[in-house]
């Protein structure tokens, strides 16, 4: 009746159950027109949530951008695909640019992810836009000519919620216990924390480093307790952050729980009563501006829901992208790069415009300190959050919550 | 001071392994009978947590709990009847694959109908916070989730070894050709065998879902966890299984005490070396027919 031996039984099960660990791919591909461009932005694993968010925002501007004519009067062909891990991410990137002939490349949010493809776009002499990835490292040590940074970095992050803790008195004197992502990303928004806390009087008691698949955080969480800590500090992303606060919430431990990462979508994941504390954001679609109104109707009218931030700054990208090859007339890289370079100001819809700055290529722009509406004032389960002052204040110059040019050791080759 | 720390985690550990052992118990029912792995079990973990944030928003948790397992190990018989059945005397590779791809239609089937985004869910206001039973601290909540599981424990061991139905289920696992020629046919047992182990699932993914993250992918995620749990328990064992989950949910527990970066691998650790000493698995029994 059974031919087969234990043995290969378990041999195959194991290898099966190790494939699908590896998460199902989906794969959205546009018809062939005219100018392609790449999109890369994780789908599966412990981003893939917010990373959905991002391919509804580039795919809604791509249509829009061809519904207005295209592209120097050529429709774009947006390839867009699961990043799934860094590895997969450079490949596809590579094939994207090699055999698909993307003229330029824009997404991701994993900053491990980012930091391959930066590799790939300098080996190809191809502009790429890291959209959504936030470790410092990219626009510092490891920033490149052909790379530009979309998203605030993980120091912008810490210095937005930092000044919020500050005027609270959260931090002076005050013992913080971080719980960190373990890959770049987590150890760079670590360090940045670190010299936050150093700059600002407040002492590390602990630190975790927690892999991004964990899903259960009860052994961190008896750590915290002994360690007793004036302030939880979060330092995780995607997935993690909302089983974080999933499970601080079912613990109901005295110590407050702040973060200096988190997207709106971990946010709205995390279920109601269970978030608190203050946290650091990019974008939310209550900004109170004309353009990112007109953003919020037409993609909560197209999706059924508002956009997540990650929506948000890849329809941005992609904008102002087509705006920029539109007024040079050329997707050629040098003249990209020169034009970028020119720190152009674009409307980002906040209310002042971004602009790429020259010497490490990073959008600077307002950022957000938010806290958690309390739960009788929610118009609707989006309706979350309370958006503190912009970050930094209308009177002083956007960049002065970047790290400088002595912080950051970028140096670009020609 | 320390050791304190430690038995706490040790703890906390056993009630983690309580979670798994929900779904491992059921893969290995069905492995055990069947000869089948069930890949899709995760996602029978998934569509009862999914099911029961949809029930808890019409009749709230405590009817949540209880009605999203009966749903979905209603939608086990179907899983059996007309896809599981075909499988069973095949070649392994067969049914590995048919239930890998039914575990990707699931999860793809979750993303169109929830959507892609997770979905939240939280626990009710009077089951949050923690107790202190002396020294230890405890999640009010898990607390109520070891309670559960104790009670589905004790429910399947009675069934399983003090009913004809149990008798006939374990003959079936040792024996299937002399409990076919004493005129029993098994596949009704294992309809029944099916719904209870994909219930289990089930009743995990309520349970879970407002303390973990909601998401399309979860089912894959747990699944791997079981399947370690299951191998490093022994087939045909009920003991073996719960004393695999305990001491997988333990040694993580143990190893995030001490040197935190090696929590996750640890089950595959543990998995390798009692792999070595007892190829079988801690009580694995000899099953002519794996052999």
């Known amino acids: 009746m059974f031919s087969y031996s234990r043995r290969t039984l378990l041999k195959t099960g194991a290898a099966f159950a190790g494939a699908s660990a590896l998460g199902f791919p989906a794969i959205v591909r546009a018809q062939a027109t005219r100018i392609k461009i790449g999109h890369l932005v994780p789908l599966t694993g412990f981003l893939g949530a917010i990373g959905s968010y991002a391919q509804l925002g580039v795919?809604?501007?791509?249509e829009e951008i061809n519904q207005s004519g295209g592209i120097m009067g050529k429709q774009i062909d947006l390839i867009s695909e699961d990043s799934v891990n860094p590895a997969t991410a450079s490949t596809k990137a590579q094939r994207m640019i090699e055999q698909d002939g993307a003229v330029v490349l824009l997404g991701e949010i994993s900053s491990a992810s980012s930091l391959t493809i930066m590799q790939v776009a300098e080996r190809n002499k191809?502009?790429?836009?890291?959209?959504?990835?936030?470790?410092?490292?990219?626009?510092g040590k490891n920033c490149n000519r052909y790379s530009f940074h979309c998203d605030i970095p993980n120091t912008v992050m810490v210095n937005a919620v930092g000044t919020a803790l500050n005027q609270k008195g959260?931090?002076?004197?005050?013992?913080?216990?971080?719980?960190?992502?373990?890959?770049?990303?987590g150890h760079d928004?670590?360090?940045?924390?670190?010299?936050?806390?150093?700059?600002?009087?407040?002492?590390?008691?602990?630190?975790?480093?927690?892999?991004?698949?964990v899903t259960d955080f009860s052994p961190y969480l008896?750590?915290?307790r002994q360690a007793k800590p004036d302030v939880v500090c979060c330092n995780l992303a995607g997935n993690q952050v909302t089983n974080l606060v999933k499970q601080y919430a079912e613990f109901g431990f005295p110590y407050p729980l702040v973060g200096f990462n988190l997207n709106t979508g971990d946010a709205w994941a995390a279920g109601e009563g269970n978030l608190s504390g203050t946290w650091p954001t990019v974008w939310y679609h209550t900004l109170d501006n004309p353009a990112s109104k007109a953003f919020v109707a037409a993609f909560t009218q197209k999706y059924g829901k508002p956009p997540e931030n990650h929506a948000w700054i890849e329809y941005v990208t992609l904008k102002l992208l087509a705006q920029a090859i539109n007024e040079i007339k050329s997707t050629e890289s040098d003249a990209l790069i020169a034009h970028f370079e020119k720190q152009t100001e674009f409307d980002i819809m906040k209310a002042r415009k971004g602009y790429f700055r020259s010497w490490d290529h990073q959008l600077v722009q307002e950022a957000y300190p938010f806290t958690v509406k309390p739960k009788g004032e929610m118009k609707d389960k989006w309706d979350m959050l309370v958006l503190g002052d912009a970050v930094p204040v209308a009177a002083e110059p956007l960049e002065k919550i970047y790290p400088t040019k002595t912080q950051n050791p970028c140096e670009m080759k020609a | 001071m320390q050791f304190a720390f430690l038995l706490e985690q040790v703890v906390n550990g056993l009630v983690l392994g309580g979670y798994y052992l929900l779904i491992a118990l059921g893969l290995s029912l069905i492995f055990s009978v069947g000869g089948v792995v069930n890949l899709a079990h995760g996602a029978?973990?998934?569509l009862g947590a999914y099911v029961s944030v949809e029930i808890t928003k019409y009749l709230g948790f405590g009817s949540a709990v209880v009605l999203s397992p009966i749903a979905v190990a209603m939608l086990g018989i179907l899983f059996e009847r007309y896809i599981l059945r075909r499988f069973y005397t095949a070649d392994p590779i067969l049914s590995l694959l048919v239930t890998f791809g039914l575990a990707m239609v699931a999860e793809q089937a979750i993303r169109i109908i929830w959507g892609a985004p997770p979905i939240s869910a939280a626990i009710p206001p009077a089951l949050r916070g923690s107790v202190f039973l002396g020294d230890f601290l405890f999640s009010r909540y898990r607390l109520l989730i070891l309670a559960v599981v104790i009670g589905v424990l004790v429910a399947v061991w009675l069934l399983l070894h003090k009913t004809s139905f149990g008798r006939v289920v374990r003959a079936g696992i040792q024996r299937p050709e002399m409990v076919a020629a004493l005129g029993i046919r098994l596949q009704p047992y294992m309809t029944a065998i099916v719904m209870l182990g994909v219930g289990?699932?089930?009743?995990?993914?309520?349970?879970?879902a407002p303390i973990t993250i909601v998401q399309p992918a979860m089912g894959a995620d747990i699944i791997t966890v079981a399947f370690v749990v299951v191998v490093i328990g022994g087939l045909g064992s009920f003991w073996g299984v719960v004393i695999a989950a305990l001491l997988v949910g333990v040694v993580r527990g143990i190893t995030i005490h001490f040197e935190p970066a090696a929590g996750e691998a640890s089950m595959y650790v543990l998995m390798f070396v009692v792999l070595l000493v007892r190829p079988r698995g801690l009580l694995g029994e000899r099953i002519e027919k794996f052999e």
């Open chain 1, 170 to 185: 959260m931090v002076k004197g005050k013992k913080f216990f971080t719980l960190t992502a373990d890959y770049i990303f």
């Open chain 1, 222 to 224: 008896l750590k915290v």
């Open chain 1, 59 to 62: 795919k809604l501007a791509a």
């Open chain 2, 44 to 46: 029978f973990f998934a």
């Open chain 2, 200 to 208: 289990m699932a089930a009743l995990a993914g309520a349970f879970f």
């Open chain 1, 126 to 139: 191809k502009v790429f836009f890291s959209t959504g990835a936030r470790s410092d490292a990219l626009r």
């Open chain 1, 189 to 213: 928004l670590l360090k940045a924390a670190k010299t936050f806390f150093d700059a600002n009087g407040a002492t590390l008691a602990g630190d975790e480093l927690i892999a991004t698949d």
